[in-house]
């Protein structure tokens, strides 16, 4: 069976760079941790769309595509919670201490959203993330947490 859910790719780089993600041209990201939320409904669901998101992209189709290998994957956050997060994690995301949504539109561009790429000096806190989480939205499904190690894919 296929898990459908909501991510959360925690990302961490060690210098601030330049890159051209498509239609939204040159953007700057500064050193730090930077977060990317979306979610994965379609075929192959979490599996699918986080394998892609870990591998290089030969011909970029997400705006991640065009700065994925200048970031390093550090951890994932799912959860399978039947309803649609991406939306909700990022603003709850943007609302942590130091965060900010530097770069307008990325990964939002069939959504009203800010953007869905969060940035942070320091590494978000998964139990604070989920503390938040259940005090605003009750209702809302498990959540998991995945270290990854450096090059590492999903099998």
């Known amino acids: 069976m296929t898990s459908h859910g909501t991510y959360a790719l925690v990302f961490r780089s060690p210098v601030s760079f330049q890159a051209v993600a498509g239609k939204l041209g040159l953007v700057f990201l500064s050193r730090g941790y930077w977060i990317y939320v979306g979610s994965a409904f379609g075929p192959g669901g979490l599996h699918s769309r986080l394998s892609h998101h870990l591998k290089p992209s030969h011909r970029p189709h997400w705006h991640l595509d ?90």
């Not at 994957?73 to 799912?78: A, G, Q, S």
């Not at 919670?81 to 939002?108: C, M, N, Q, Y």
Request: proline letters at 8%; aromatic letters at 10%.
């Open 66 to 155: 065009y700065i994925k290998s200048a970031l390093r994957p550090v951890e994932i956050w799912t959860t399978t919670d039947p309803v649609k997060r991406e939306h909700d994690w990022a603003t709850l995301f943007s609302g942590l201490d130091g965060a900010s949504r530097p770069i307008e539109g990325f990964g939002a561009a069939d959504c009203k959203c800010r953007s869905h790429l969060i940035h942070m000096a320091r590494p978000p806190g998964f139990y604070r993330f989920e503390k938040q989480v259940r005090r605003v939205i009750p209702a809302h499904g498990p959540l998991n947490r995945f270290a990854l190690i450096h090059g590492a894919s999903i099998t």
